[in-house]
């Protein structure tokens, strides 16, 4: 179903009779975004924010090519994500616990910038209650650093409200990667 010219968002009845809503994408440097409706958004926002207690906002910066001059894809980046947060489980819990499920809670998008040059990831991250903060925040570095895709640029600050959330959901719904949004376990 195509969007209307003006972009805003349609409702049709499919062969049931039901009414369903399609939500217009909006192209902007070759991506698509899905452009939600502010009831949407909203309720988005509130389920990131409530998913877990977050401690930690943290954004990476990631490598534009690597040495053989492959370019930072969408795949990659979600793959250094999944590889970053299967790492500091296995830190913050031990290896056979993360087997088991424990694991930090996580939330995780990704942009490209404005421009479309500057790859990085955000993280909304829910610190372990048996380590201190000083020690997750050292982890995270320590992680980070060992990652070859991440670049220089890391910042970790402290998740104050759901300022932070309404920023990963800012980056588009689709740059929110689904399958690492968890929240923590044991809770």
Same mark, same amino acid.
């Given at each position: 179903?195509?969007?209307?010219?003006?972009?805003?968002?349609?409702?049709?009845?499919?062969?049931?009779?039901?009414?369903?809503?399609?939500?217009?994408?909006?192209?902007?440097?070759?991506?698509?975004?899905?452009?939600?409706?502010?009831?949407?958004?909203?309720?988005?926002?509130?389920?990131?924010?409530?998913?877990?207690?977050?401690?930690?906002?943290?954004?990476?910066?990631?490598?534009?090519?690597?040495?053989?001059?492959?370019?930072?894809?969408?795949?990659?980046?979600?793959?250094?994500?999944?590889?970053?947060?299967?790492?500091?489980?296995?830190?913050?819990?031990?290896?056979?616990?993360?087997?088991?499920?424990?694991?930090?809670?996580?939330?995780?998008?990704?942009?490209?910038?404005?421009?479309?040059?500057?790859?990085?990831?955000?993280?909304?991250?829910?610190?372990?209650?048996? =380590?201190?903060?000083?020690?997750?925040?050292?982890?995270?570095?320590?992680?980070?650093?060992?990652?070859?895709?991440?670049?220089?640029?890391?910042?970790?600050?402290?998740?104050?409200?759901?300022?932070?959330?309404?920023?990963?959901?800012?980056?588009?719904?689709?740059?929110?990667?689904?399958? =690492?949004?968890?929240?923590?376990?044991?809770?």
């Amino acid at each position: 179903m195509a969007a209307d010219k003006r972009g805003g968002t349609r409702v049709d009845e499919n062969r049931d009779g039901g009414r369903f809503v399609a939500l217009p994408a909006v192209v902007l440097g070759g991506m698509a975004y899905l452009r939600l409706s502010h009831a949407a958004r909203s309720l988005l926002i509130e389920w990131l924010h409530s998913l877990a207690a977050w401690t930690h906002a943290v954004t990476f910066t990631l490598k534009h090519h690597d040495e053989r001059g492959v370019q930072a894809t969408q795949k990659i980046m979600k793959d250094t994500a999944r590889h970053f947060l299967v790492v500091l489980n296995a830190a913050c819990f031990g290896a056979s616990n993360a087997r088991r499920g424990y694991r930090v809670g996580s939330a995780v998008s990704f942009g490209w910038g404005v421009y479309g040059d500057h790859p990085h990831l955000h993280f909304s991250l829910a610190a372990p209650a048996h =380590l201190e903060d000083q020690k997750f925040v050292s982890l995270i570095k320590s992680i980070a650093s060992r990652i070859f895709w991440i670049d220089q640029q890391k910042k970790i600050k402290p998740y104050r409200d759901q300022g932070w959330s309404e920023y990963l959901v800012d980056h588009g719904m689709d740059n929110v990667i689904l399958d =690492l949004v968890r929240p923590s376990m044991p809770a």
